[in-house]
Structures are given as structure tokens and as C-alpha cells.
């Protein structure tokens, strides 16, 4: 029996919100993180009450537990990347960022949860505040969907009402964050464009298929796949656009458990296609 100890995985750590309904939120966080070879540490912001149809209440977790949650872990354990998503409360944005600003060399990827896909609101103007002041100087990417984008960079001197995402990525930048990724789903496009910004400009845009149907989570999928890539070591570009890839197959393989949204299947590759007739008896074929 050899002594050699089994290779420890590259380790994410993500605060989020829990979701009942494990479409969005920490759930979705961990079944990406995992799908995507690494180990996933969690650090809860807010209990919410929620399904796949929407966000019905939002409790935020005190923000000394949250604290405790990260220093606890953090000091277990090393880890390679940090993902960001619902923050629940101003006193958790600074804790957050008190936090990572003593792992400046470890990536941080924040996905900035405003609101849900049925629009109920999880971030007032407050929470957007401490969002630019605190957090965005210390991103690494930033991955809001066309209308966060545009809601971030909005304040009572500028109060556009739908400013060019090139110009809203431009901004962005210039308050911190290294890279941004602004995703294309909720664009009048033919084909969704997701387009990665970084100091000088656009670095890449990337065209997919619009599929059918309304999802539940696609964000918190984007954002820990890209935080998971990185871990592992890809290039920022390289992590993008492996991170789209998954997402759009998760989406592609994506059900409907409930009455409301489609739910990503982030172990789209781990299933056996059963709509595949030339198998074999005894012979497994997965989706990949």
C-alpha cells in the first residue's frame, strides 16, 4: 500500500446566499466548483426564501459570523481563488473586503447579484456603493450581466438610462477592477454576446446561441466555473472562455424541476445519455 497522500485539489472559497432551491446561490457555487475539479469552501452572507420562480425574502447573515465563517477556513486552509456573489448587507461588503485585502495575490471573482430574474431587488444604493468604494479596487473580474453593468456605473451625476456597454465596461475599470465580463443574455441580440473588457479595451467577444427557456443560476455558473479555471491555473482569457463553454453546455443540458425557471445541470458530463441508441450493452456514454 504506497504512503503517498492523494494530491489535494485547487480550493474556491465563495460567499453567497443559500438557495433553497440550489438553482442559484452557495448551492450553485459548490455543484461548479466541484464539477470543475476543485474543492469548494463556503462562507454564507444571507438565508434566502426563494424557488425557481423568485426571491420571496432575504435575511442577511451578521456580519461578525460572516467574518468568522472566512477567518476560520482561511486559516485551515489555502486557497486559490475567491468568488463573490449576494453580499446581503453593507456591514458584510466591508467585512468581505477587509478579508481579501489580505490575499491580494489570490483572484478574486465577483459577481455582483443585484436583483433576481424576476427583478425582485438584493442590492439597495447603499450596498452599490460599498460595492465601488470597497470591493471593485480588489477584483480581478467583474461578471455583471448588461443590466448590472449599466446599474454599477449609475449614480446621481449620471443618471444614463442605457449607457454603451463599452462605455459602461470602460468605467468599471476605472473604478478597480482589472478584467470585466459583461454577458450579453438580457441584450435584443440574435445571438447572446458576452464581451471581456480589460485595461485597454476590449479583449474578446464571444457569440453563442440563444437557447430556449429562462434560467435559474446561469450567473453563479459563469462565475464559479471562471473562479474554478483559475485555480486551476488557466490565463484569464483562457478561464473565460472554457468557463462560457461549460456554462452553455449546463444551460444547453438545463431542467425544469419546478413552476418557474429552468435550473443549469452543472454535471451535464456525468450523466448518461440515454437518448443515445448506438450503446452498447453495459457501455456508458456521458454528455461531454
Known amino acids: 500500500m504506497s504512503d503517498t497522500l492523494p494530491e489535494i485539489p485547487p480550493i474556491v472559497l465563495t460567499f453567497a446566499a443559500s438557495d433553497p432551491s440550489a438553482g442559484a446561490g452557495m448551492q450553485a457555487?459548490?455543484?461548479?466548483?466541484?464539477?470543475?475539479?476543485?474543492?469548494?469552501?463556503?462562507?454564507v452572507t444571507a438565508i434566502t426564501v426563494q424557488d425557481t420562480s423568485g426571491v420571496d425574502?432575504?435575511?442577511?447573515?451578521?456580519?461578525?459570523?460572516?467574518?468568522?465563517?472566512?477567518?476560520?477556513?482561511?486559516?485551515?486552509?489555502?486557497?486559490?481563488?475567491?468568488?463573490i456573489g449576494l453580499l446581503g448587507s453593507v456591514e458584510n461588503i466591508a467585512v468581505i473586503a477587509e478579508?481579501?485585502?489580505?490575499?491580494?495575490?489570490i483572484p478574486l471573482v465577483f459577481d455582483p447579484v443585484l436583483s433576481s430574474g424576476r427583478g425582485d431587488?438584493?442590492?439597495?444604493?447603499?450596498?452599490l456603493d460599498a460595492m465601488?468604494?470597497?470591493?471593485?479596487?480588489?477584483?480581478?473580474?467583474?461578471?455583471p450581466n448588461s443590466l448590472e453593468a449599466r446599474r454599477l456605473i449609475q449614480d446621481e451625476d449620471n443618471d444614463e438610462d442605457d449607457p454603451d456597454l463599452n462605455e459602461c465596461a470602460k468605467r468599471i475599470i476605472q473604478l478597480g477592477c482589472e478584467f470585466v465580463l459583461i454577458t450579453g443574455t438580457h441584450e435584443n441580440t440574435p445571438k447572446v454576446i458576452n464581451s471581456l473588457y480589460g485595461e485597454l479595451g476590449l479583449i474578446r467577444a464571444?457569440?453563442?446561441p440563444r437557447l430556449p427557456g429562462i434560467y435559474h443560476g446561469s450567473?453563479?455558473?459563469?462565475?464559479?466555473?471562471?473562479?474554478?479555471?483559475?485555480?486551476?491555473?488557466?490565463?484569464?482569457?483562457?478561464?473565460?472562455?472554457?468557463?462560457?463553454?461549460?456554462?452553455?453546455?449546463?444551460l444547453k443540458y438545463g431542467f425544469r424541476p419546478g413552476m418557474g425557471q429552468h435550473i443549469p445541470d452543472r454535471m451535464f458530463w456525468a450523466r448518461e445519455d440515454e437518448e443515445d441508441d448506438g450503446a452498447k450493452d453495459g457501455e456508458t456514454v456521458t454528455r461531454h
Open 29 to 43: 457555487d459548490i455543484l461548479t466548483i466541484a464539477s470543475m475539479g476543485c474543492h469548494p469552501l463556503t462562507v
Open 57 to 83: 425574502d432575504v435575511q442577511s447573515v451578521d456580519a461578525e459570523l460572516v467574518m468568522n465563517q472566512a477567518r476560520t477556513v482561511l486559516e485551515d486552509m489555502p486557497v486559490a481563488a475567491f468568488k
Open 99 to 105: 478579508i481579501i485585502s489580505d490575499y491580494p495575490d
Open 121 to 127: 431587488e438584493l442590492a439597495n444604493e447603499d450596498m
Open 132 to 143: 465601488r468604494e470597497l470591493l471593485l479596487p480588489q477584483t480581478t473580474i467583474l461578471t
Open 206 to 208: 464571444d457569440n453563442w
Open 219 to 250: 450567473g453563479c455558473t459563469l462565475a464559479s466555473a471562471i473562479a474554478a479555471l483559475l485555480a486551476n491555473g488557466l490565463s484569464m482569457e483562457d478561464a473565460v472562455r472554457e468557463a462560457q463553454e461549460y456554462t452553455w453546455e449546463a
